[in-house]
């Protein structure tokens, strides 16, 4: 069993930045596939920004150069640098894993694991 924490998320003013971080614990696999979905209250849930093993990165349009995903492999910690935020960066943040995917990803069902979501909340 494998569990997602996220942490880091809160209140910041427009323009401020945040890192969010999530820790994995659980069974001792690495996932091959780790990124950040968000979901603001009565909108879509949308896939942020992921990162295989490798190193390739995906991100969404509307976080290209503000929002820098990585993660520290020896201990399964994702990060999500956040800068500049803007209003419409307010959501829930969610941290996702996969054990095995083929390619980076933000499509939702890529990912097996969820985390329970960190709030960030920009005025």
């Known amino acids: 069993h494998v569990q997602l924490v996220e942490s880091g998320g809160g209140s910041v003013q427009a323009g401020g930045s945040l890192r969010l971080s999530c820790a994995a614990s659980g069974r001792s696999y690495s996932h091959d596939c780790m990124g950040w979905f968000r979901q603001a209250p009565g909108k879509e849930r949308e896939g942020v920004a992921a990162?295989?093993?490798?190193?390739?990165?995906t991100y969404a349009d509307s976080v290209k150069g503000r929002f820098t995903i990585s993660v520290d492999n020896a201990d399964n910690t994702l990060y999500l640098q956040m800068n500049s935020l803007k209003l419409e960066d307010t959501a829930m943040y969610y941290c996702v894993a996969v054990r095995a995917c083929s390619t980076v990803s933000l499509r939702s069902d890529t990912y097996y694991f969820w985390g329970q979501g960190t709030q960030v909340t920009v005025s």
């Open positions: 990162i295989a093993r490798g190193g390739d990165t």
